[in-house]
């Protein structure tokens, strides 16, 4: 338990540091750019978390199924093949991302040419966060994200002197380099870039449905918000990505939680495995009281004028998304219980078949509520389709658990054993 207290308190600075920092960049662009420009960046910014979906289950995820708390060799040579697979991820990315950004020109092209350009090192840095949590090191990928952030500052001043979104694109993501950097010093290892084939050959099992489970998350997302802006227009992407900014401190714990989920289920799994659903219980249902904790919090006790300070003019339609945004996220934190159990468990076809089902709810009911009511409508109908999706996480772990468990003496999903 100590050790477990030790590393949740490194994934929970870490993802502090991050996320408050994504927090701010949201609050800077969205009171420099309005709600018009905001939207634009946004756009840009959940096509990086698409990107970066498919660089973690391509490189990261099967590294922390695999390689979390093996001795020190290993690890140094699957975190120089993970390395080396994100940054080539990154790379083609940025060749089609400017491609497609000259192709379409004006704000938002300009802006998917800077995602591009930044693309490979934000994608190099996240890995170091990773490689380091699955050996036991949060510590070092905290350093790593203090780095990034100091470095956002300078960078964010020059961009706002600017005033383009694609300043800020390439403020937020630009600064990334140096945590790049600061992850090689800190491990000493090169990321191998000749040795990306070879690590896709060895983890193509994980990696291949990882990657299609990432995409179908981060997609579904993505393909919402785009619909959103074809549908209502962007000022309506900027008005529900606000009332997700809104949430950002609270999801700096859930996601630091998540940091350490998978290698904590991992171990939990070899060491107590009839503990399992237990563990997966409490941290999904931790996560799920701790975000409706922040969204009453958000209702009751954030009056309009200090909204307005934080926000300007995207305070207003964001404030009136609290209510389903917050349920969505909820349903969230259920459901990262049950992922990381499945992920311990190493049950890829079983997490996919429940991602697929869950991505396909969350856009056909996203994008119907756009229809019926633009923002608003987008935000219910996603809350509603993220709960029926967490039955079906939490009913594919049931499956898991039971096949992994097959003698009589059990724990069941409430942790009582039978």
């Not at 978390?49 to 490189?59: D, F, H």
């Amino acid at each position: 338990m100590r050790g477990l207290a030790g590393r949740l308190s490194w994934g929970l600075g870490d993802q502090a540091v991050s996320s408050m920092t994504n927090f701010a960049v949201g609050l800077v662009v969205a009171r420099e750019l309005g709600v018009a420009g905001f939207g634009v960046f946004s756009l840009a910014w959940v096509t990086y978390g698409v990107l970066l979906n498919v660089s973690r289950g391509l490189a990261t995820d099967p590294l922390v199924v695999r390689f979390s708390g093996v001795p020190a060799d290993r690890w140094r040579t699957a975190t120089a093949r993970a390395a080396g697979t994100a940054v080539a991820v990154g790379t083609a990315f940025g060749v089609l991302s400017v491609a497609a950004g000259l192709a379409i020109g004006d704000e938002l092209g300009m802006a998917f040419v800077a995602l591009g350009v930044v693309a490979p090192a934000m994608l190099l840095q996240d890995s170091w966060r990773f490689a380091f949590f699955a050996a036991g090191r949060g510590q070092h990928a905290l350093v790593n994200d203090v780095v990034w952030a100091a470095a956002m500052v300078p960078a964010l001043l020059l961009a706002a002197g600017h005033g383009g979104v694609w300043a800020f694109v390439l403020a937020w993501g630009g600064s990334s380099l140096l945590g790049a950097g600061c992850g090689w010093l800190q491990s000493g290892i090169t990321p191998r870039l000749g040795g990306v084939l070879e690590w896709l050959r060895h983890h193509r099992e994980l990696g291949s449905r990882y990657l299609v489970e990432n995409v179908s998350n981060s997609g579904a997302s993505q393909l919402r918000m785009y619909g959103l802006g074809a549908i209502a227009g962007l000022s309506e992407v900027g008005a529900l990505r606000g009332a997700e900014l809104l949430l950002g401190p609270f999801l700096a714990l859930l996601m630091g939680v998540n940091l350490v989920a998978v290698p904590e289920a991992a171990r939990v799994l070899r060491r107590a495995p009839h503990r399992l659903a237990r563990f997966c219980l409490l941290l999904g249902g931790g996560q799920a009281v701790a975000a409706a904790a922040w969204g009453v919090l958000l209702l009751f006790a954030v009056p309009d004028a200090l909204g307005r300070l934080a926000l300007d003019d995207v305070w207003g339609p964001a404030s009136e998304l609290i209510v389903p945004v917050t349920l969505s996220v909820t349903g969230a934190g259920v459901v990262a219980g049950a992922t990381a159990g499945l992920r311990a468990l190493g049950a890829a076809r079983r997490s996919l078949r429940a991602q697929l089902i869950a991505s396909a709810g969350y856009l056909g009911a996203g994008l119907a509520g756009a229809f019926a009511a633009g923002a608003e409508g987008a935000s219910w109908g996603s809350a509603v389709a993220m709960w029926c999706g967490a039955a079906v996480w939490w009913w594919q772990l049931r499956a898991a658990l039971r096949a992994h468990h097959p003698e009589p003496r059990t724990e069941n999903l409430t942790g009582v054993t039978t």
